[in-house]
């Protein structure tokens, strides 16, 4: 099973973007998430969603801004962020799990089995 990221730009500040994230194969994984590295940083939970109850976290950085959803027919997660800054500028990845994770573990990377390959984002005017 792979995961295919998309939807990456350039957009100014205060812009929006679109990020999608799609599962090949037929597994219907119990958690996703997004993450993000900064050229120079660790990498950073941003968004995790739970299929079992739809629970979703969100890293305070991002909260009121970006939000995560999924498309359970075409097995798609996509991240909708709005009101971009340069500080939300670096490469977002996608993740899965197979399971339903708790809740404490959502955003962090070693919870996550699966990856996608990465798309970059660039808020700069």
């Known amino acids: 099973v792979q995961l295919q990221a998309s939807g990456g730009g350039l957009v100014q500040p205060g812009g929006s973007l679109r990020l999608s994230c799609a599962a090949s194969?037929?597994?219907?994984?119990?958690?996703v998430a997004w993450f993000r590295q900064a050229p120079g940083k660790e990498r950073e939970g941003v968004s995790g969603?739970?299929?079992?109850?739809?629970?979703?976290v969100y890293a305070n950085s991002v909260k009121g801004r970006f939000t995560i959803s999924r498309d359970s027919t075409t097995n798609t997660v996509y991240l909708q962020m709005n009101n971009l800054t340069p500080e939300d500028t670096a490469v977002y990845y996608c993740?899965?799990?197979?399971?339903?994770?708790?809740?404490?573990?959502?955003?962090?990377?070693?919870?996550?089995?699966?990856w996608g390959q990465g798309t970059l984002v660039t808020v700069s005017s």
């Open positions: 969603f739970r299929r079992a109850d739809r629970k979703q």
């Open positions: 194969g037929s597994i219907n994984y119990g958690t």
């Open positions: 993740a899965a799990a197979s399971g339903t994770k708790i809740f404490s573990a959502m955003l962090q990377p070693d919870t996550y089995e699966d």
